[in-house]
């Protein structure tokens, strides 16, 4: 049983974008893809950056990616970090993502300035 947070609510096909990642259902597993892309990752460019987590039962992992945002080419810029969790278990627990490791983690973490 695959049990989707409540994003998923206003989804009824079987992936979900957030930010620069796209998470896929399977059979008996869940695909989460990360990609560069500037509008939601911003500045540095990472365009090389690229990574595939497959999770299956009683797995959790998570993507993590930083941005440099302008508010126009000459204004002040903006700053976001983006952590993504994804699990795939038959109960959550509302603590699950605090109290235990990741089984993957992937960082596409910019040196910003």
Known sequence: MLAWTPLQRNFGS?????????????????SVNFRYKAHCAGAPNR??????LV?????WGQIVYNGRFPYSWQADWWYEKMVINVGLFERLTPDLFIHTEPTYRFSAMGELF
């Open 55 to 59: 999770i299956t039962g009683r797995q």
């Open 14 to 30: 079987e992936s979900l974008v957030v930010g620069c990642v796209t998470i896929e259902r399977t059979e008996g597993a869940v």
């Open 47 to 52: 365009s090389w950056t690229r990574k595939t």
